[in-house]
């Protein structure tokens, strides 16, 4: 179980227990605020970008990766 510190100025809440709350209360404002598009849009770059990675991964093996077998 998570220690509490007893420190001048400091809350009394755990981090796991403000990482809970965070995220439940968070996750649940940003879905209302923002909508289903917001979290299609962010899906859509995260792919875009590991598709650049993949590929620049590719390239730095030299050839692109287009017709080399393994």
């Given at each position: 179980?998570?220690?509490?510190?007893?420190?001048?100025?400091?809350?009394?809440?755990?981090?796991e227990e403000a990482g809970?709350?965070?995220?439940?209360?968070?996750?649940?404002?940003?879905?209302?605020?923002?909508?289903?598009?917001?979290?299609?849009?962010?899906?859509?770059?995260?792919?875009?970008?590991?598709?650049?990675?993949?590929?620049?991964?590719?390239?730095?093996?030299?050839?692109?990766?287009?017709?080399?077998?393994?």
């Amino acid at each position: 179980m998570a220690e509490r510190k007893d420190e001048p100025g400091k809350g009394q809440m755990t981090v796991e227990e403000a990482g809970r709350k965070g995220g439940h209360i968070g996750g649940e404002h940003t879905r209302d605020k923002y909508g289903p598009e917001f979290y299609a849009e962010i899906g859509h770059k995260g792919g875009q970008r590991v598709k650049e990675l993949i590929e620049e991964g590719k390239q730095s093996e030299g050839g692109g990766g287009q017709g080399q077998k393994r």
